[in-house]
């Protein structure tokens, strides 16, 4: 089973910056794609950006294009997520997730962070 564990959450003023990291272990070749969500109080998880582990291709939600940079680091199984310009709107708990093929859903996803916290705020 693959573990995963977020960080790099934190307090940052809006037009800031952060990068979160997802470190894998475990049985990380079931996992061919990785996703980051978001949830803020009140609100549905929703889906951030996705990579492939296996062949070239990334995907952004609209609100976070130009802003948000998924990356990846094969040689540590390490995913990350540069955010620039925050805002307010970007407040939430961010998740990592790992599953064996494409989805923007979260039912696509099995394998599960705790959860990084962001918050943007003066």
């Known amino acids: 089973q693959v573990q995963l564990t977020e960080s790099g959450g934190g307090l940052v003023q809006p037009g800031g910056s952060l990068r979160l990291s997802c470190a894998a272990s475990?049985?990380?070749?079931?996992?061919?794609?990785t996703s980051w969500f978001r949830q803020a109080p009140g609100k549905d998880r929703e889906f951030v950006a996705l990579?492939?582990?296996?062949?070239?291709?990334?995907t952004y939600e609209d609100s976070v294009k130009g802003r948000f940079t998924i990356s990846q680091d094969s040689a540590t199984n390490t995913v990350f997520l540069q955010m620039n310009n925050l805002t307010p709107e970007d407040t939430a708990l961010y998740f990592c997730?790992?599953?064996?093929?494409?989805?923007?859903?979260?039912?696509?996803?099995?394998?599960w962070g705790k959860g990084t916290q962001v918050t943007v705020s003066s």
């Open positions: 997730a790992r599953g064996s093929q494409y989805s923007t859903s979260t039912n696509g996803y099995v394998s």
């Open positions: 475990g049985r990380i070749l079931s996992s061919s794609v």
């Open positions: 990579i492939r582990w296996n062949g070239r291709g990334t």
